[in-house]
């Protein structure tokens, strides 16, 4: 083990906000002997005064939930490179990164599996009011109510035979495709560009995906494009009978829009994981029986926290070698 003094010799590392693998892990899992943490995130200074104090000496950072736009980067001027244990990059400001040259490398496939699992699960649960269920026996109404029969407006719905339409058909949504398919459903999607190679039928604008499915289940990362993609016209296309699932990020839909629709009866229910204005979730949806919420954890399993962790000291170690990131983000 490296002496404190050889400690205080390694490059350091800008952490900004203590990850959620590291807090929930414990750091020592995710040291390396070719560079050191500065945590932002235990100073008592102001961020913009810490960073000025310390700024000089960064070259990396390991952004987790962490805004990194041009103001940021004005105190860190010697960063080249920015290692995220995000899928998205919405905190990031691209732009801004490449023109300064800054590379960047993100969570690539890791939790692919794990929010593919929690969107089909946040869809049956849609569909089957487990969660509605599990209240109901909870609260006493079975014995005191009788057997639970969601009829009228909020019916149960089956799973087989439904229409999907996946939004942004990339690393999670191929996967949620590849497990519906298993259930018996078909599969639509809708990305930038049709993808080679892929039978599913692709759909120019979701509107006209919505007027195709059952359901949305929303997978695109969040850019200037795809905020509010989600809106009036596409709810109302998807219709009084269809569902929506968001595992993507909250400003992907239109939520006041979509919270009418849910009130209102326009649409039969959403799954949701992501919210525009997190924590903060509308409060007209929380006596809802047709609308399941998390508080965006589909990530957040033991095994994805330990491989996005390493991955990302993989990524960090990769650069201080000067090697090639394991992980590096390419504009498309």
Known sequence: MASPAADEDLPQVLLIKNPPAFAVLGEEH???TKFRYLK????????????????GSV??????????????LDLLPEV???ATTSAGLNLLDLPECRRRGIKIANAGDVYSTDVADYAVGLLIDV???ISASNRYVKQGFW??????YPLGSKFCFQLRGKRIGIVGLGRIGYQVAKRLEAFGCSIAY?????KPGVSYPFYQTVQELAAKSDALILCCGLTQQTRHLVNKEVLAALGKEGVVVNVARGGVIDEKEMVRCLVEGEIAGAGLDVFEN???VPKELMELDNVVMSPHCAVRTRESLMEVGRLAVGNLEAFFSNEPLLSEFEDD
Request: net charge positive; no cysteine.
């Open 127 to 129: 569909l089957r009011k």
């Open 40 to 55: 932002a995130f235990e100073s008592s200074l102001p961020l913009h005064d810490f960073l000025a104090a310390h700024g």
């Open 30 to 32: 995710f040291t390396s």
């Open 80 to 82: 080249r490179v920015i």
């Open 190 to 194: 809708n990305s930038r560009k049709a």
């Open 278 to 280: 997190e924590p903060e």
């Open 59 to 72: 070259r990396a950072i390991l952004a987790s939930l962490s805004v990194v736009d041009a103001s940021v």
């Open 143 to 148: 014995a005191s109510k009788g057997d639970y």
